[in-house]
């Protein structure tokens, strides 16, 4: 069996992935974790940090055995998934349009982070994750939930994530966050090509497709400075997909505001949707830092409603 995360790999992905496979190991089911892409860096803190090797990157699952993560959308899948014999899902995004043919396990909650999920799919089995397994979906948690401090954190990531702490012998959580966001916001010789696609994730709405990435950053200097550079590439990726609007959200993990960055058949839409003005490829988004919940609902809403 395979446990696969979604395109564009992030925190949650990645250790969701290699988290679940653990589990399914320790239950006797042979697993192994997969990506579809390289991991960012702040994954790769993660991996660095717990001592663990990076999962092998597959991008062709047809006739295999697969159970996926952190997604349950055929668009954040590998091209040839529908040709794939789908076990489960765990995710804690809104439900996706994948249809299986056979019944199949779902555990998908309205929680922070999928790795919550995983966390107490190990309780429910009365399994425990390994240390340098507890220390990666501790991690994914933090990442996901930018520190406890986003809106879609519950009382159960805030649990998990302690819980996740004290296995991996992780005492100070804070400190650990710290030097993560660290490694997320090092970005000053990323190429802004690389950049735009950094946790993208396409939406398709009344027929037209949305392209959405994320930099959660300590400080949005250095992406700024990037801005019209990645400009020039959001453009280039809207022509060759066909994109109804290409957008990037700047995150401030500090401040918790968001900047957009767009390209857009109707930028104006999509802003107005948001509250929001669209001024030289940019819009403001005080006190956003949820895509899943203070963006895609309010753009579905716009453009299906």
Same mark, same amino acid.
């Given at each position: 069996?395979?446990?696969?995360?979604?395109?564009?790999?992030?925190?949650?992905?990645?250790?969701?992935?290699?988290?679940?496979?653990?589990?399914?190991?320790?239950?006797?089911?042979?697993?192994?974790?997969?990506?579809?892409?390289?991991?960012?860096?702040? *994954?790769?803190?993660?991996?660095?940090?717990?001592?663990?090797?990076?999962?092998?990157?597959?991008?062709?699952?047809?006739?295999?055995?697969?159970?996926?993560?952190?997604?349950?959308?055929?668009?954040?899948?590998?091209?040839?998934?529908?040709?794939?014999?789908?076990?489960?899902?765990?995710?804690?995004?809104?439900?996706?349009?994948?249809?299986?043919?056979?019944?199949?396990?779902?555990?998908?909650?309205?929680?922070?982070?999928?790795?919550?999920?995983?966390?107490?799919?190990?309780?429910?089995?009365?399994?425990?994750?390994?240390?340098?397994?507890?220390?990666?979906?501790?991690?994914?948690?933090?990442?996901?939930?930018?520190?406890?401090?986003?809106?879609?954190?519950?009382?159960?990531?805030?649990?998990?994530?302690?819980?996740?702490?004290?296995?991996?012998?992780?005492?100070?959580?804070?400190?650990?966050?710290?030097?993560?966001?660290? *490694?997320?916001?090092?970005?000053?010789?990323?190429?802004?090509?690389?950049?735009?696609?950094?946790?993208?994730?396409?939406?398709?709405?009344?027929?037209?497709?949305?392209?959405?990435?994320?930099?959660?950053?300590?400080?949005?200097?250095?992406?700024?400075?990037?801005?019209?550079?990645?400009?020039?590439?959001?453009?280039?990726?809207?022509?060759?997909?066909?994109?109804?609007?290409?957008?990037?959200?700047?995150?401030?993990?500090?401040?918790?505001?968001?900047?957009?960055?767009?390209?857009?058949?109707?930028?104006?839409?999509?802003?107005?949707?948001?509250?929001?003005?669209?001024?030289?490829?940019?819009?403001?988004?005080?006190?956003?830092?949820?895509?899943?919940?203070?963006?895609?609902?309010?753009?579905?809403?716009?453009?299906?409603?």
């Amino acid at each position: 069996m395979i446990v696969l995360g979604h395109q564009n790999p992030d925190c949650d992905s990645l250790c969701s992935a290699i988290g679940l496979a653990s589990l399914f190991n320790k239950m006797g089911k042979t697993a192994t974790p997969a990506l579809q892409g390289e991991p960012n860096p702040e *994954a790769l803190f993660l991996l660095e940090q717990s001592g663990l090797p990076q999962p092998e990157i597959r991008t062709e699952v047809a006739g295999e055995e697969i159970f996926i993560v952190d997604y349950s959308d055929w668009g954040q899948g590998t091209e040839d998934m529908k040709k794939a014999h789908i076990l489960g899902i765990v995710d804690h995004h809104k439900l996706g349009d994948i249809t299986t043919s056979a019944p199949l396990e779902c555990w998908i909650w309205p929680v922070g982070c999928s790795a919550t999920i995983v966390y107490n799919m190990y309780k429910f089995n009365n399994h425990t994750p390994d240390a340098p397994v507890a220390k990666m979906m501790m991690g994914a948690i933090i990442s996901d939930t930018v520190n406890f401090q986003g809106p879609t954190c519950t009382d159960i990531d805030v649990v998990a994530a302690k819980e996740l702490a004290e296995i991996a012998g992780v005492e100070d959580i804070q400190a650990f966050a710290e030097a993560q966001f660290e *490694a997320k916001s090092d970005i000053k010789s990323v190429p802004a090509a690389e950049l735009i696609l950094r946790d993208q994730k396409v939406f398709e709405m009344a027929g037209e497709k949305l392209a959405i990435g994320q930099l959660e950053l300590t400080s949005l200097d250095t992406a700024l400075t990037k801005k019209d550079d990645m400009l020039a590439e959001m453009e280039k990726l809207q022509a060759a997909k066909g994109y109804h609007s290409t957008i990037v959200l700047l995150t401030d993990i500090n401040k918790l505001d968001t900047v957009a960055i767009i390209v857009s058949k109707d930028a104006d839409k999509v802003a107005k949707s948001l509250n929001s003005s669209v001024a030289n490829n940019t819009f403001d988004l005080p006190g956003v830092v949820s895509r899943k919940k203070q963006i895609i609902p309010f753009l579905q809403n716009a453009f299906e409603g």
